[in-house]
């Protein structure tokens, strides 16, 4: 079983790895024996992130990124195929919500900031669409690869007020199966594509949503968690062997499917 669930030394591509749900996918893979590429636009926590890496021994790569310029994310893919020759694994976790693209509880959609609407659709979906233009392509050459899309409980339900966020994420579900038809059918089953919808572990993106300056939860919050079986907020490390098991052959016949880890709110109302 452990051989099922072996990712040691595929070459494994992480946008937005220095944020902190990509720091964690980082380490664990690369504990677990993978070659981890940390794509981010940080250089600063990105190259310190890989620093500590290295120093607990693992195979880690940072490379400065925009994951909305193609042309960067081509020079990126020059390196990581003169390094090691191939692309295994890319996970697009390069995304979350902005500040600006929120309407407030006391504004409507009529005072939506149309272009703060567009930046966060930018950055998540097109985020996800331009590295996947990108780095599928030594994929679908080797004829074996797999995309793993960060999703969003937001694309399953729409929430209150992050409208472009949730709409941004319900089309990067879509592109999840699109591209798991695209791919599969015209280059071959070697290649999958599949995503993750985690629900609400407190990040950067959305900390300013869930808690209050002094560290106590917003209403929002306690909104959440009221409608999350669990009770709780998830840890990143808990999105871990969901992730484990799509990136490895323990999956091999799984393609085209967007997995919420979300301690049940998805499946419950009232
Ligand atoms: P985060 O803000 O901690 O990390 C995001 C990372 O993306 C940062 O390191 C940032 O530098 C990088 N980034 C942003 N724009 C970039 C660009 N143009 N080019 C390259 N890198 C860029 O966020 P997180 O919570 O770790 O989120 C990771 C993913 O998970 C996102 O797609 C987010 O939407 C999704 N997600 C998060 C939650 C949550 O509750 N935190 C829930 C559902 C989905």
Request: with cysteine; proline share 2%.
């Given at each position: 079983m452990s051989n099922l669930f072996?990712?040691?030394?595929?070459?494994?591509?992480?946008?937005?790895?220095?944020?902190?749900?990509?720091?964690?996918?980082?380490?664990?893979?690369?504990?677990?024996?993978?070659?981890?590429?940390?794509?981010?636009?940080?250089?600063?926590?990105?190259?310190?992130?890989?620093?500590?890496?290295?120093?607990?021994?693992?195979?880690?790569?940072?490379?400065?990124?925009?994951?909305?310029?193609?042309?960067?994310?081509?020079?990126?893919?020059?390196?990581?195929?003169?390094?090691?020759?191939?692309?295994?694994?890319?996970?697009?976790?390069?995304?979350?919500?902005?500040?600006?693209?929120?309407?407030?509880?006391?504004?409507?959609?009529?005072?939506?900031?149309?272009?703060?609407?567009?930046?966060?659709?930018?950055?998540n979906l097109f985020g996800t669409v331009l590295p996947t233009m990108v780095f599928a392509e030594p994929m679908v050459n080797s004829k074996k690869g797999c995309i793993i899309n960060i999703s969003s409980e937001s694309a399953l339900r729409p929430l209150t007020r992050v409208a472009g966020y949730g709409a941004a994420k319900a089309a990067v579900s879509n592109f999840t199966k699109y591209m798991a038809g695209e791919l599969a059918t015209k280059f071959g089953p070697g290649l999958r594509v599949n995503a993750i919808a985690p629900g609400f572990f407190i990040t950067e993106q959305n900390r300013d949503l869930l808690l209050n300056p002094d560290g106590s939860y917003t209403d929002r919050s306690k909104t959440i968690l009221a409608h999350t079986p669990f009770n709780r907020f998830g840890e990143p490390e808990e999105l871990l062997g969901t992730l484990q098991w799509l990136v490895s052959d323990a999956s091999a016949f799984v393609t085209g499917v967007v997995i919420p880890v979300d301690g049940g709110f998805d499946a419950f109302s009232i």
């Open positions: 072996s990712i040691k030394d595929r070459v494994v591509i992480i946008t937005g790895g220095c944020g902190v749900l990509g720091t964690s996918m980082a380490n664990h893979l690369a504990s677990e024996g993978a070659k981890v590429v940390i794509l981010d636009r940080n250089a600063k926590l990105g190259n310190e992130l890989v620093d500590s890496m290295i120093a607990k021994g693992y195979d880690a790569l940072f490379l400065e990124t925009d994951v909305l310029n193609k042309e960067i994310l081509e020079q990126n893919k020059l390196n990581i195929m003169q390094k090691y020759g191939r692309i295994d694994v890319l996970i697009n976790a390069a995304g979350g919500n902005m500040p600006g693209a929120t309407i407030a509880p006391d504004k409507t959609i009529f005072d939506l900031q149309i272009d703060a609407f567009k930046k966060v659709v930018d950055l």
